[in-house]
């Protein structure tokens, strides 16, 4: 209950919780519940269990087989794609951030769109638009990250856009205002012990209107 | 209320003609169609390519095998499309166009208007020949006629009439469907109909090669669903798979065998290849969107009853088509719910997931007829008048409701063509006089537009010029009807004020109309009515130029390379780098690099941190004189003198690269390779005079596999299909 209030009434939360804080939870209350359900499965399903061990260890293994395929990147140390985790905390003047296709797609599968800086097409990203903040609970686990980032080919040709990341709270990178027609650039940082890591952007100027901003191919090292 | 035996029996076949004859008045005013707004202008060019085929085939100037895989110019700087598309539909209108005094895209609009109002039949006899009732044949041809959505792509006249998508191809295959499906099935549960089975299936996959795909899988499903003859029938879905597999081998493998030639586009919307995600799709179901569009929810109401009623149904022929339909839905779900495990499936990673739909609403109106067939039966033999007038009256109420969106939609479809001929008919003189100069200087590319700048207004009838341009021949650039070629992505940059990009691309005229300004470089020819007609010159179809650069690429990451390039120094210096999608290794280069992603090489090197195109570059001097080209069938010559010694140097023809084309370099073969943006790069280092002869070359292996699937089939399959 406190959690679904955080979510919908996030100036109310009050220390020691925080919003983070309260949503990483969820993964732990989530782990806590599959074992107490697993506990009383096996307890009370123990005889079809013991009938059918074959099908109960397939469907295990199928299982188990999906998670490891799902996470074979992190636990081989290999570099994984910030897309493929889901943050802590996003807000954003319009729409939603879409994962791997352009801001405006979020307005219907009829406007869904690649991500592209000048006619420059990347298959992983973030969708996003000024102003925005997007922050992951990364738990100190990777050491670097690198990302393109640009204004994507669809937005509009007036406005301008300042790229800002930060690690728990501490500004690792500005970018100089960045236009519509500027090609994409390459950061590469270290986030060795980070626990936070938001990605910002914020308008240059006065008008946010069509500005389409992209965070392409961002990766997490560890 | 008892029908005489004679009534029963015909009167399903009485109502099956009103239906024809309802749908010839609907549908009477597509036949007047004389110009496309739509892919209909694609599929009409591609019949007039294989007419002047046949010319080239009557008059000994080229073999038959053309017809099966020839080189298309009309886009994307030629390709080989008929190696991967559709092509004995179009030879076979094409030849019947020599024998019928009327033009050929009159015979194509008869074909398909016919095709559209004949579907009925078609359904009905799929239905008869799976071995249902007339009563369900008629209910599931009317269904076929029926079923209307906002232009999802299905069965439905959206996807067919002139005002839709004009997916003539799919009419075809559409109308084939039911019937390769039924004797397929006949063959497998009755071990009847094998020939037949293979014919329809074989048209199938002639008239949409995905369609006859999504097909393929429903079969052995079926085996799945005969466990009680797990081998019989296991022993039936071999032979039926292997003979198909024998008699498209032609088509089939070197399809898949030479993939990285075929462009996968990213021009082309998310959702063709991803479908529409659960979501989208839930929602279109239960608003009633995926059978009836902007009217109650008939179809789809007995599409999901019909799903309850074929699962729980004893009859394993019902189970089964519930099975398939569940399949085929889960399919379209699309690539974001079933992820990798798509493209584990061969041939799908590339598919447009979103045309599944095909399948969803085929086998969902099956169902559907399955179920209200059901109803009215148990209907009947409760023998209560009153309840039978109620219903028959109801149910005519219902096919008025049904019909209402779907005659309204015509109505605007007719008042459309109707415009469109009028302002057709204006245009025409002016548009001929504009064509019959360009026919009568040399050829090269000819620039009116794109779809995505002012040429999307630009138009004669309802069809864009750069559309009409291509349907009457010419080679255009900027229209992508398909978007195979792997020039195609990289061509949409062709920059209309950049003369350099007239040389790359040898455009070397611009249909404009009459109130656009042309670039300062272009020298006005004529003008006439709305357009008018400009010369720009270019270098011509050769070039020369050199290649100090190898690019190892897969096919996917090579567009922003490509598009980098086009702002280079490499580019402004003749430099075209190698494309090795082989990895082969060229000695004739200074540098190598290899792309790891779209935007990285080298592994950990990004072209925005350390361009890989920007090296300094000497000028280059080198050049020839004395040029002559000439085109010949299939192919282009030319006749030139290198002055110099020439290190890294490369003649360029800028039509596609494909390995099917043959190099003759002073009458010796000699290879070429793709360069930049996917041309055919030929090595030059010697000082002399030249004779090139380039020709597009039917595929041996092509050749090969359908003598073979034919002898196969003259010695085997009267033994076989007796096992």
């Known amino acids: 209950m406190y959690i679904s209030m955080a979510l919908n009434y996030p100036d109310q939360v009050y220390w020691p919780f925080s919003l983070e804080l309260t949503r990483s939870f969820t993964l732990y209350i989530s782990i806590f519940q599959i074992t107490i359900f697993l506990y009383f499965f096996i307890r009370y399903f123990s005889s079809f269990i013991k009938k059918n061990y074959l099908l109960t260890i397939a469907a295990v293994t199928v299982f188990m087989g999906v998670l490891l395929i799902k996470n074979y990147s992190y636990l081989l140390h290999e570099p994984i794609s910030l897309t493929k985790i889901t943050p802590v905390e996003t807000h954003q003047d319009y729409l939603k951030p879409m994962i791997d296709m352009t801001v405006e797609s979020g307005r219907g599968v009829k406007y869904w769109n690649r991500l592209s800086n000048n006619y420059y097409f990347y298959n992983q990203g973030i969708g996003a638009h000024a102003n925005s903040i997007i922050s992951y609970n990364l738990g100190g686990r990777f050491s670097k990250f690198t990302t393109d980032f640009g204004i994507d080919t669809e937005a509009g040709d007036q406005n301008k856009a300042i790229f800002i990341i930060q690690g728990d709270g501490r500004e690792l990178f500005k970018s100089k205002p960045k236009g519509k027609y500027d090609l994409p650039e390459l950061i590469s940082l270290s986030i060795d012990k980070v626990d936070k890591l938001s990605l910002i952007i914020k308008t240059e100027g006065e008008s946010n209107n069509g500005l389409h901003t992209d965070w392409l191919n961002p990766i997490l090292i560890r | 209320m008892k029908l005489s035996p004679t009534i029963k029996k015909y009167l399903p076949y009485g109502l099956l003609i009103l239906i024809i004859l309802f749908n010839l008045y609907l549908y009477r005013n597509e036949f007047k169609v004389t110009s496309d707004p739509n892919d209909n202008s694609f599929h009409y060019a591609l019949i007039d390519e294989a007419r002047n085929i046949w010319k080239d085939v009557f008059s000994g100037k080229l073999s038959p095998l053309y017809l099966l895989d020839s080189w298309n110019e009309r886009w994307a700087e030629g390709f080989s499309l008929s190696f991967y598309y559709s092509h004995l539909p179009e030879a076979a209108i094409s030849l019947l166009s020599f024998f019928i005094p009327i033009s050929t895209f009159q015979l194509m609009v008869i074909i398909r208007t016919l095709l559209l109002i004949l579907l009925p039949v078609s359904f009905f006899f799929g239905a008869r020949i799976l071995g249902f009732s007339s009563g369900f044949g008629l209910i599931f041809a009317f269904f076929s006629q029926a079923i209307f959505t906002d232009g999802l792509y299905g069965l439905d006249s959206p996807s067919f009439l002139w005002r839709g998508w004009g997916l003539s191809t799919q009419l075809l295959a559409v109308f084939f469907l039911p019937l390769a499906f039924a004797y397929g099935i006949d063959y497998l549960k009755n071990k009847k109909s094998l020939g037949k089975a293979l014919i329809f299936n074989f048209l199938l996959a002639q008239a949409h090669f ?295 691309y040898n455009v070397g005229y611009l249909v404009l109309p009459i109130d656009k300004k042309p670039p300062q470089f272009a020298k006005l020819i004529i003008k006439k009515g709305k357009f008018s007609l400009y010369k720009v010159d270019s270098e011509g179809w050769f070039t020369l130029g050199k290649s100090s650069l190898a690019v190892m690429t897969k096919k996917t990451n090579l567009v922003n390379i490509v598009h980098l390039w086009f702002y280079s120094p490499m580019f402004t210096n003749k430099d075209y780098p190698v494309v090795a999608l082989n990895n082969e290794k060229l000695t004739f280069v200074d540098r190598i690099i290899k792309m790891s992603g779209m935007n990285d090489y080298n592994n950990d090197k990004s072209i925005w941190q350390v361009n890989p195109l920007s090296d300094r570059q000497e000028k280059f001097e080198p050049s020839i004189i004395n040029k002559v080209e000439k085109k010949i069938p299939q192919g282009y010559s030319v006749n030139f003198r290198l002055e110099n010694q020439c290190e890294n140097c490369v003649l360029i023809l800028k039509q596609t690269f494909h390995p099917n084309w043959k190099i003759l370099v002073n009458g010796k073969s000699q290879e070429a390779f793709p360069v930049f943006p996917f041309f055919i790069g030929i090595q030059l280092n010697n000082p002399g005079n030249y004779e090139i002869i380039t020709t597009y070359q039917p595929s041996t292996l092509k050749t090969i596999l359908l003598i073979l699937g034919v002898l196969i089939f003259i010695f085997a399959f009267k033994k076989i299909s007796k096992l």
């Open chain 2, 210 to 504: 995905g369609m006859f795909y999504l097909l393929l899988f429903a079969y052995p499903v079926f085996w799945i669903f005969s466990l009680d003859q797990l081998f019989e029938v296991g022993k039936r879905t071999l032979i039926f798979l292997s003979f198909i597999l024998i008699s498209l081998a032609y088509f089939i493998f070197p399809f898949f065998l030479s993939s990285q030639y075929r462009n996968f586009s990213l021009w082309d919307p998310i959702w063709k290849f991803n479908s529409w995600g659960l979501n989208q799709i839930i929602i279109w179901l239960t608003n009633g969107d995926l059978f009836d569009f902007n009217r109650f929810p008939f179809l789809t109401i007995f599409v999901i009853g019909g799903m309850f009623w074929g699962l729980i149904s004893g009859n394993k022929l019902y189970r089964y088509l519930a099975a398939i339909f569940s399949l085929y839905f889960i399919l379209f779900l699309g690539r974001n719910i079933l992820g990798p495990l798509v493209n584990l499936i061969p041939g799908l990673s590339e598919y447009h997931l979103h045309r599944v739909i095909v399948m969803v609403q085929f086998t969902g109106l099956l169902i559907a007829s399955g179920w209200l067939f059901d109803l009215l039966q148990s209907l009947i033999k409760r023998k209560n008048i009153v309840l039978i007038i109620l219903v028959i009256s109801l149910g005519i109420y219902s096919v008025y409701l049904m019909e209402k969106p779907i005659i309204n939609y015509v109505k605007d479809n007719s008042a459309w063509i109707e415009r469109s001929n009028t302002d057709y008919q204006k245009n025409f003189n002016d548009y001929q006089v504009i064509i019959n100069s360009i026919k009568k200087l040399p050829l090269v590319r000819v620039y009116a537009g794109r779809p995505g700048n002012w040429g999307r207004d630009f138009k004669i009838g309802d069809t864009q010029v750069y559309m009409a341009l291509s349907q009457d021949g010419f080679p255009t650039i900027g229209f992508l009807p398909q978007s195979w070629s792997p020039n195609s992505d990289t061509e949409q940059f062709f920059d209309e004020e950049n003369p350099k990009h007239y040389d790359l």
